[in-house]
């Protein structure tokens, strides 16, 4: 059976999926990504990390004021090959919703330079509100993200109120590419302690260590 868990406090709480928490929870598992919609298929695929879906969803949201302490950001690292320079001109972002069905009003859409396997300096920084196939996003970036050879993390970040459409989950993926993912709660309302970033399976023990996405672009 579909269950959730609770990180409010170092107790781990199991709660049934079909009740609605009167709190945000950090994960959810028995979830499945729904495939994309409005994807650019004209655009070349930069970078696919949308497979081996793990059947769990890690909150990445932007909550509304009174849960602020909630707000979470889950990122993973993808690389630019030597020689190459990307433009970046979508990201589809594959998720779910629990403890309500959404829509997301937007999504936020950072990419970060490589700080010793963690995100580190922001290089751009998006909002847009992509296609919503039940979770799953297609972000398009209309001022491609330009980036040339290195490591990079991209962070999807769902601007969602928790009152009136639940949570969205960033979909885990069973296998690590790279480094493993990165999280973050700086209001640590979930007490988890990680209110910078850190390894995403130290902060949430239940998740996988990477997520689904897809970068699509041009690349010379």
């Known amino acids: 059976m579909t ?3 609770l990180f409010a406090t170092a107790a781990v709480l199991a709660l049934s999926v079909g009740a609605a928490s009167a709190k945000p929870v950090a994960s959810q598992h028995g979830t499945k990504a729904h495939a994309l919609k409005g994807a650019d298929r004209a655009a070349s695929i930069l970078y696919d990390q949308s497979s081996n879906d793990s059947g769990i969803g890690i909150v990445s949201q932007n909550f509304e004021s009174s849960f602020d302490i909630y707000d979470a950001m889950a990122a993973d690292d993808f690389t630019v090959p030597k020689g190459s320079k990307w433009k970046i001109s979508e990201v589809d972002a594959f998720g779910v919703y629990f403890n309500g069905s959404g829509p997301a009003r937007d999504e936020n859409v950072t990419f970060y330079k490589d700080s010793g396997g963690l995100p580190g300096t922001a290089v751009k920084s998006y909002t847009a509100a992509g296609a919503d196939s039940f ?4 972000i398009p970036i209309k001022k491609p ?31 690590v590419e790279g480094n493993a993912a990165a999280w973050q709660n700086p209001g640590d309302g979930f007490g988890t302690g990680c209110t910078s970033w850190t390894a995403e399976t130290t902060c949430i023990p239940d998740g996988q260590g990477d997520h689904m996405f897809t970068l699509r672009g041009k690349s010379r």
């Open 3 to 5: 269950k959730t868990v």
């Open 135 to 138: 979770g799953s996003f297609t």
């Open 145 to 175: 993200a330009k980036l040339k050879a290195g490591t990079y993390w991209v962070s999807v970040q769902a601007n969602l109120d928790f009152s009136a459409g639940g949570e969205w989950g960033w979909e885990n993926q069973s296998t």
